[in-house]
């Protein structure tokens, strides 16, 4: 079967690319993201501590279900390993892309004092760990041009990329289906 023969199942007669595959789930993996994070907003909760990574579960989750949409729905099956892979970072970009606009947004407009309030308790962080005050000054002096909406928005972009790509390496390997057989002409 042939990706430009397929047809997508929300009734559009166009062809479902690995590209058009990747963007759709990339816009629902970060439509699960901002939920996460509102709701962590909604909730109070310390999101400079482990409870952040549980995040990450929403962007695994993402680029798994995304892969294997277009491996069983779109492409007969069969996927390649770089197909998956390449299917995992176009999911993680896009992620990132949005995220890094809602960064933005919300730290620019929503509520800027929650960036004071995360500056507050990255500062307390190392107080706790018994920094001396002038390490804490130097790191904060460090640390505080990093924490602006303009480059907490970059740094989602880039974050979002670097981790969705260690995430597509290893569900790559599992989620990866080769036609064997001789007639095989999928990705």
Not at 118 to 147: H, N, R, W, Y
Request: negative net charge.
């Amino acid at each position: 079967m042939e990706n430009s023969t397929l047809i997508d199942p929300m009734g559009d007669h166009k062809p479902v690319t690995l590209f058009r595959n990747a963007l759709n789930y990339g816009l629902y993996t970060s439509v699960g993201f901002i939920i996460v994070y509102l709701l962590f907003y909604a909730l109070d909760v310390d999101r400079t501590g482990w409870v952040n990574y549980l995040a990450f579960l929403v962007l695994v989750a993402g680029i798994y279900f995304g892969i294997k949409a277009y491996r069983d729905k779109y492409s007969g099956g069969f996927l390649s390993y770089g197909s998956c892979l390449g299917t995992g970072v176009i999911i993680s970009v896009i992620v990132g892309v949005v995220m890094a606009v809602y960064t933005y947004l919300f730290f620019q407009f929503f509520d800027p004092s929650e960036l004071t309030k995360i500056i507050e308790m990255t500062e307390q962080k190392m107080v706790d760990k018994g920094l001396t005050d002038d390490q804490i000054d130097q790191a904060m002096a460090i640390s505080s041009k990093f924490m602006s909406p303009v480059m907490m928005a970059i740094s989602s972009i880039f974050g979002m990329a670097l981790w969705g790509t260690i995430f597509s390496l290893i569900l790559s390997i599992f989620l990866k289906k080769n036609d064997d057989s001789f007639a095989g002409t999928h990705a």
